[in-house]
C-alpha cells in the first residue's frame, strides 16, 4: 500500500522520481519512526501518514528548489532535507540542528540510506560558516536571528550579498 500511496501522491505533485529513490525514501520513513520510538523526532506514528504529512510534504516544495547549495535549518527528523536530497542526488544539502540526538539521527539516516549530497551539522544556525543559495525550513521557534554586523541584514542591489 505504501508504494501505491507514495506513487500517486509523487503524481498529484507532478513530481517524477525512480524506483530507486521511492524506495529510499520509504526506507527513510521506516528508519524516522523506528529512531521515533527512542528519540521523539515526529508526533506522527502512523506510516500511512508518514507518506503524506511527512514525504509529500517534504517533496512539494521540490519544483522550487533550485541547483546551489541548500541549508535545512531545524532539520529535526530532516524534513525537508533527506527527502529533497533523495529526490536530487545533485543537490548539495546542509543540515543543521541544536539538538544531538537530533543530529546523530540524522547522520545515521544518510549514512543508511548512502547519501553523499548530505552535510549535518550540530549546531545553531547563527553559528554556521559558509554560502548557501537557498534556505528552508520546516519548523523554527519564533526569534530573531541577529547578525554580529547590522549591516550585513540588510539587501544590497538586485539580491542578497
Known amino acids: ?9 509523487l503524481a498529484e505533485l507532478g513530481i517524477s ?13 521506516d528508519l524516522l519512526l523506528k529512531w521515533n520510538k527512542t528519540y521523539n523526532l515526529t508526533a506522527l506514528r502512523d506510516p500511512e501518514q508518514a507518506i503524506s504529512h511527512h ?16 541549508l535545512d535549518v531545524g532539520s529535526g527528523g530532516g524534513l525537508p532535507g533527506i527527502p529533497l536530497a533523495i529526490a ?7 543540515m543543521v540542528d541544536t539538538v544531538q540526538k537530533k543530529a546523530t539521527f540524522l547522520q545515521q539516516a544518510s549514512i543508511e540510506l548512502g547519501l553523499k549530497n548530505v552535510v549535518v551539522y550540530h549546531a545553531r544556525v547563527e553559528e554556521m560558516q ?8 520546516r519548523v523554527c521557534r519564533n526569534r530573531p536571528v541577529r547578525s554580529p554586523d547590522p549591516s550585513s541584514a540588510r539587501p544590497r542591489g538586485a539580491g542578497w550579498q
Open 130 to 137: 559558509g554560502q548557501y543559495a537557498q534556505i528552508s525550513s
Open 88 to 94: 536530487r542526488p545533485d543537490l548539495s544539502v546542509s
Open 17 to 29: 522520481l525512480s524506483e530507486v529513490a521511492q524506495r529510499k525514501l520509504l526506507a527513510f520513513r
Open 1 to 9: 500500500m505504501s508504494d501505491l500511496a507514495l506513487a500517486a501522491g
Open 55 to 70: 514525504l509529500l510534504d517534504s517533496l512539494a516544495i521540490l519544483p522550487h528548489v533550485a541547483s546551489g547549495p541548500l
